[in-house]
C-alpha cells in the first residue's frame, strides 16, 4: 500500500487517530515560532484533515490547504465547506511563487520522497519575509511506523533540518524541542513508540 493508499483508507478516522498521537500543544508552538498575524496569508502543506488549518483560521488568518489526498481534503471540506482546498504533490505545489506569508506543515515531512526538494518547493511559494515552519519526528528507531503508518522516513536529525533549510535560501534557521512526543503502539502492542517532536523555522531571505 502506498502512503496516498493509506491516507485515502483513514481520512474518516484521522481526527481521532491524530489526538491520540499528539496534543494541540504541536501547532501553537507551530503558531508562536511564526509570529502568525491576524489577516495574513498560510498555507498549511499536508493539511490532512485541518490540524493546521483549524487553528489559523481560528485566529483569523487566510489559509490555503494543499494534501494529495482527496479524501483527506474531502473530510476537511466537510468542516469548511469554504475553505481553499488544493490537491497537490509535493514536488510542485498548486501555488504561484511568493504566494503566502507563512507556510506549515505538520507530520509531513516523514512522507515525502525528498525531503530537502520539499523544503525547496515550499519555500519557494512563500514571500520575502514569510516565514517557513515545520513541526515533525526527530530521528527514531521504531521500524512499525513504516509498515503500518507508511512512515517514508523514520524521522530526522535536526542538524540535516537545518542544513536543508539554509540552503533553500531560508535565514533566522532554528531547530528546537516542541516539548512534547508523539506516541503510538504497534497493531500486536509488541512496541510503544515515544518520538520528540522538533519545530523547524526560517525566514525567506
Ligand atoms: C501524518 S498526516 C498529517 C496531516 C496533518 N498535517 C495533521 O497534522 O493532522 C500527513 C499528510 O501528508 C500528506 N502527504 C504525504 N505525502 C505527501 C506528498 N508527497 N504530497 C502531498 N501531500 C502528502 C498525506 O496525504 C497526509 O494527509
Redesign the pocket.
Known sequence: MS??DY?ERVADR?DEM?SGFFSEKVRETAYKTAGIQTGKQAA??????G??TEGLLRQGLEVIA????EA?LAELKKKYPDLDCRQ???EGLPLADRAVDYVF????LH???RPSAAIKEMTRILKKGGRLVITDLDEHDFEFLKYEHHDRWMGFKRDDVADWFKASNLGDVTVDCVGLNCCADSADESSSAKVSIFVASGTKL
Open positions: 502512503s496516498n491516507f484521522w491524530r498549511d502543506i499536508g493539511a490532512g484533515t490540524f493546521v494543499v494534501d494529495q489526498s483527506m497537490g504533490q509535493a506543515a505538520n507530520m509531513y512522507h515525502v520522497e
